[in-house]
């Protein structure tokens, strides 16, 4: 008789990864789980729920999974052997021959079995199956397998070969393994990994554990008995809390907040926790203590004349310390520290600590004056010696590009003096690549370039877009903050997608080395967003211009196209609209990307009017009319020829809805526009129940097309409306 209890298997190793430690942690515990389900050995009727049927650990030094309710034994199953075909084993009176005979006795059957054996197929292709009940797996065996595959299906970015302790074995694992625990309930289960056979012995805190080995009484004693006696709070997502809750509390004692905090200030206590738990520092140094205790170290304030962010950088980049700003979100001179131990007097570990930031420091202070002993306009010629790609030439030439691009946008946006500022920002954007703060921390491009300008006297404009035009630098981002910055940002976005889209460097599937996706989503952000009076495939064609190398002659009809996806994908994302409604509008590939969301809200108004169904219908049937036309176009309409009453009605609304529909389109109410049309439903609906296009007299036919042309121009100004049609 099967029995259920509770179950719990860990990894004991030396010291993980730390920033693959929270992937490892949650495979192999979903590995576990999923190996158990196949064998039904827990109940394949509930859902994973973590934290209540299914628990993964991930501690610097162990993986380890607890799984609710694991049966000792799987039920039984009916299982169905395949045999032979019938020729073969039954003879032509139907009699088993001697091959049956034999392969049933290999399966444990004999002769009786017969009578009851299945058969499949038709005619000569009639096969024989056994079908007999199988005993369900054992937990022993079904764990090890679990096990196995678990451990060989772990997400190792980089394996180890290491030699057991008989010294003739060598197995591979991300990090050598000493321990091997498998409990089910209070009993262990045999099971054996990497040269190790699993028992009931564990491992805590290397200094700070209260005894050694610690013996586990049970499967669910494990997380309690791991912090109590071994000093380690092994469920990596409370260890997380626990290290947030002190920062907190150590920011605020200090009335200080958080750096890692100014992400977060939109957002809601519940929304911060979460964002903050994603945090790539709180993660790393949540994967590198086992029970965590913050600590205040501070250095020379000295330092502060150094930019912030180069300090902030340097604490958290090399160091793993969080930060603090003062109520005015100013760098203070103090951080925090996790430390991995607890001694009752820390100051030796605060000393040791700050003693081991001030050389990181003082290195960049040291970055940060010997820079600015060369203006910023004086690296600008050394950029021709930087290659940018083989095929597009240095990053001189491309700064080249980048220039003539932005006095072009420049000069649509706000005439001389902005082309004037845009190109000199332009000159400056990329000097800072060869100082050596960028060249030590290539995360501060452009903020450090800022600094520089505005050390050298450089108008706060143009250093403003010195930093700026990386901008949007990922999804969220903030915008450049003002016009020359976006002119440059624009500019530098547009060289980078004309030059690479121009020698065959597209994106393929998710691989996007040179963030291609980023930088079309940042053009049409800015376009859009700002509502820039700037038409997408003019802007093309003007940066295409900029080149002296050859482009692929479909470069822009592909860039174009690679463009308007971006936008789609962000607008159905931002739930900006059905897709049908973003369908309509994007078909029609409004050159203006800021009248976008203009016309979206245009289709969405029409589209929940009573008229839009048949309209939408209606429209997709006249579309369809007239790509099948063979005749040649007539421009106007000859009342003369509208013999129907049905088509001068038809002739008539539009004489009346058309003109209010344009004036309305072209004073930017796009509403107003569609609203329009709707007056529309009736003498359309009855113009296709009474009047036939493609009669046999070809001047009459193509009168009538010439009435549909003009329909299907007065419908389709703001939207291809066909795309709401089911």
Same mark, same amino acid.
């Given at each position: 008789?099967?029995?259920?209890?509770?179950?719990?298997?860990?990894?004991?190793?030396?010291?993980?990864?730390?920033?693959?430690?929270?992937?490892?942690?949650?495979?192999?515990?979903?590995?576990?789980?999923?190996?158990?389900?196949?064998?039904?050995?827990?109940?394949?009727?509930?859902?994973?729920?973590?934290?209540?049927?299914?628990?993964?650990?991930?501690?610097?030094?162990?993986?380890?999974?607890?799984?609710?309710?694991?049966?000792?034994?799987?039920?039984?199953?009916?299982?169905?052997?395949?045999?032979?075909?019938?020729?073969?084993?039954?003879?032509?009176?139907?009699?088993?021959?001697?091959?049956?005979?034999?392969?049933?006795?290999?399966?444990?059957?004999?002769?009786?079995?017969?009578?009851?054996?299945?058969?499949?197929?038709?005619?000569?292709?009639?096969?024989?199956?056994?079908?007999?009940?199988?005993?369900?797996?054992?937990?022993?065996?079904?764990?090890?397998?679990?096990?196995?595959?678990?451990?060989?299906?772990?997400?190792?970015?980089?394996?180890?070969?290491?030699?057991?302790?008989?010294?003739?074995?060598?197995? !591979?694992?991300?990090?050598?393994?000493?321990?091997?625990?498998?409990?089910?309930?209070?009993?262990?289960?045999?099971?054996?990994?990497?040269?190790?056979?699993?028992?009931?012995?564990?491992?805590? &805190?290397?200094?700070?554990?209260?005894?050694?080995?610690?013996?586990?009484?049970?499967?669910?004693?494990?997380?309690?008995?791991?912090?109590?006696?071994?000093?380690?709070?092994?469920?990596?997502?409370?260890?997380?809390?626990?290290?947030?809750?002190?920062? /907190?509390?150590?920011?605020?004692?200090?009335?200080?907040?958080?750096?890692?905090?100014?992400?977060?200030?939109?957002?809601?206590?519940?929304?911060?926790?979460?964002?903050?738990?994603?945090?790539?520092?709180?993660?790393?140094?949540?994967?590198?203590?086992?029970?965590?205790?913050?600590?205040?170290?501070?250095?020379?304030?000295?330092?502060?004349?150094?930019?912030?962010?180069?300090?902030?950088? +340097?604490?958290?980049?090399?160091?793993?310390?969080?930060?603090?700003?003062?109520?005015?979100?100013?760098?203070?001179?103090?951080?925090?520290?996790?430390?991995?131990?607890?001694?009752?007097?820390?100051?030796?570990?605060?000393?040791?600590?700050?003693?081991?930031?001030?050389?990181?420091?003082?290195?960049?202070?040291?970055?940060?004056?010997?820079?600015?002993?060369?203006?910023?306009?004086?690296?600008?010629?050394?950029?021709?010696?930087?290659?940018? &790609?083989?095929?597009?030439?240095?990053?001189?030439?491309?700064?080249?590009?980048?220039?003539?691009?932005?006095?072009?946008?420049?000069?649509?946006?706000?005439?001389?003096?902005?082309?004037?500022?845009?190109?000199?920002?332009?000159?400056?954007?990329?000097?800072?690549?060869? +100082?050596?703060?960028?060249?030590?921390?290539?995360?501060?491009?452009?903020?450090?370039?800022?600094?520089?300008?505005?050390?050298?006297?450089?108008?706060?404009?143009?250093?403003?877009?010195?930093?700026?035009?990386?901008?949007?630098?990922?999804?969220?981002?903030?915008?450049?903050?003002?016009?020359?910055?976006?002119?440059?940002?624009?500019?530098?976005?547009?060289?980078?997608?004309?030059?690479?889209?121009?020698?065959?460097?597209?994106?393929?599937?998710?691989?996007?080395?040179?963030?291609?996706?980023?930088?079309?989503?940042?053009?049409?952000?800015?376009?859009?967003?700002?509502?820039?009076?700037?038409?997408?495939?003019?802007?093309?064609?003007?940066?295409?211009?900029?080149?002296?190398?050859?482009?692929?002659?479909?470069?822009?009809?592909?860039?174009?196209?690679?463009?308007?996806?971006?936008?789609?994908?962000?607008?159905?994302?931002?739930?900006?609209?059905?897709?049908?409604?973003?369908?309509?509008?994007?078909?029609?590939?409004?050159?203006?990307?800021?009248?976008?969301?203009?016309?979206?809200?245009?289709?969405?108004?029409?589209?929940?009017?009573?008229?839009?169904? +048949?309209?939408?219908?209606?429209?997709?049937?006249?579309?369809?009319?007239?790509?099948?036309?063979?005749?040649?176009?007539?421009?106007?309409?000859?009342?003369?020829?509208?013999?129907?009453?049905?088509?001068?009605?038809?002739?008539?609304?539009?004489?009346?809805?058309?003109?209010?529909?344009?004036?309305?389109?072209?004073?930017?109410?796009?509403?107003?526009?569609?609203?329009?049309?709707?007056?529309?439903?009736?003498?359309?609906?009855?113009?296709?129940?009474?009047?036939?296009? !493609?009669?046999?007299?070809?001047?009459?036919?193509? !009168?009538?097309?010439?009435?549909?042309?003009?329909? /299907?121009?007065?419908?389709?100004?703001?939207?291809?409306?066909?795309?709401?049609?089911?």
């Amino acid at each position: 008789m099967s029995t259920r209890k509770n179950l719990l298997v860990e990894l004991f190793v030396e010291e993980l990864p730390p920033k693959a430690l929270k992937k490892l942690g949650d495979a192999f515990a979903q590995e576990i789980w999923i190996r158990l389900a196949d064998h039904s050995l827990v109940a394949t009727d509930q859902t994973v729920k973590y934290g209540e049927t299914l628990k993964a650990f991930a501690s610097p030094r162990r993986l380890a999974v607890w799984v609710k309710d694991v049966s000792n034994q799987g039920p039984d199953k009916l299982g169905r052997q395949k045999l032979m075909p019938v020729s073969v084993g039954l003879d032509a009176n139907g009699h088993p021959t001697a091959a049956l005979l034999k392969k049933l006795a290999a399966l444990g059957a004999d002769a009786s079995a017969v009578s009851q054996l299945a058969r499949e197929g038709d005619g000569k292709n009639e096969t024989l199956f056994l079908e007999s009940l199988v005993a369900g797996a054992k937990l022993a065996d079904a764990l090890q397998k679990a096990l196995d595959e678990a451990i060989a299906r772990l997400p190792i970015p980089k394996v180890m070969a290491y030699q057991l302790a008989d010294g003739w074995e060598t197995v !591979n694992f991300v990090r050598p393994a000493h321990g091997l625990v498998a409990l089910h309930g209070a009993d262990v289960v045999p099971l054996s990994a990497l040269g190790l056979a699993a028992g009931r012995e564990t491992h805590g &805190h290397r200094f700070e554990a209260g005894c050694d080995p610690i013996v586990l009484q049970d499967a669910d004693s494990y997380a309690r008995q791991l912090e109590n006696e071994g000093a380690v709070i092994a469920n990596y997502e409370a260890r997380g809390t626990d290290i947030l809750r002190q920062l /907190h509390s150590a920011a605020k004692n200090l009335g200080m907040q958080l750096e890692i905090e100014m992400e977060t200030r939109t957002l809601t206590d519940e929304e911060a926790e979460v964002v903050l738990l994603e945090n790539g520092l709180v993660q790393e140094v949540t994967a590198l203590v086992e029970r965590p205790n913050v600590l205040v170290g501070q250095f020379d304030s000295a330092f502060l004349e150094v930019p912030q962010e180069c300090l902030i950088l +340097t604490m958290k980049a090399n160091q793993k310390y969080f930060p603090l700003l003062d109520a005015n979100g100013k760098l203070a001179n103090k951080f925090l520290i996790v430390s991995n131990i607890s001694p009752s007097d820390p100051s030796a570990v605060i000393a040791g600590n700050e003693r081991v930031v001030r050389p990181r420091l003082a290195d960049a202070k040291f970055f940060y004056d010997q820079d600015r002993k060369k203006r910023l306009e004086d690296r600008v010629l050394g950029l021709a010696r930087v290659v940018y &790609h083989g095929k597009l030439g240095t990053q001189g030439e491309r700064v080249g590009r980048v220039q003539a691009i932005a006095r072009a946008i420049g000069e649509k946006l706000g005439g001389h003096e902005l082309a004037r500022l845009a190109d000199h920002a332009a000159l400056l954007a990329k000097a800072d690549l060869l +100082t050596d703060m960028v060249g030590e921390f290539p995360e501060l491009q452009g903020i450090m370039g800022r600094y520089y300008a505005l050390h050298d006297g450089e108008d706060g404009r143009v250093a403003d877009a010195v930093e700026d035009h990386y901008k949007p630098r990922f999804a969220g981002d903030a915008l450049p903050r003002g016009e020359v910055g976006l002119t440059v940002a624009l500019a530098d976005k547009l060289e980078t997608l004309v030059g690479l889209f121009g020698i065959g460097e597209r994106p393929t599937g998710d691989k996007d080395p040179f963030a291609l996706r980023r930088h079309a989503l940042g053009v049409v952000r800015m376009l859009a967003e700002r509502d820039l009076p700037l038409e997408l495939p003019l802007l093309l064609r003007d940066a295409a211009g900029a080149f002296a190398v050859d482009l692929r002659v479909e470069t822009l009809g592909e860039l174009e196209d690679f463009i308007y996806e971006r936008l789609s994908n962000a607008l159905r994302e931002g739930g900006n609209g059905s897709p049908q409604a973003i369908e309509a509008v994007l078909k029609l590939r409004p050159a203006r990307l800021g009248d976008v969301a203009k016309r979206l809200t245009a289709v969405n108004f029409f589209a929940a009017l009573a008229e839009a169904p +048949t309209l939408a219908a209606a429209n997709k049937r006249v579309g369809n009319i007239l790509k099948k036309s063979a005749s040649a176009p007539v421009a106007e309409v000859d009342r003369a020829l509208l013999r129907e009453p049905a088509e001068r009605a038809l002739a008539d609304s539009l004489a009346e809805v058309g003109p209010l529909a344009q004036a309305a389109y072209e004073r930017g109410d796009y509403t107003g526009s569609l609203k329009a049309l709707a007056a529309l439903k009736t003498p359309v609906d009855a113009f296709f129940d009474h009047v036939m296009v !493609n009669v046999d007299d070809p001047v009459l036919r193509a !009168n009538r097309l010439a009435l549909l042309r003009q329909l /299907h121009a007065a419908m389709n100004r703001v939207a291809d409306l066909s795309a709401l049609s089911a």
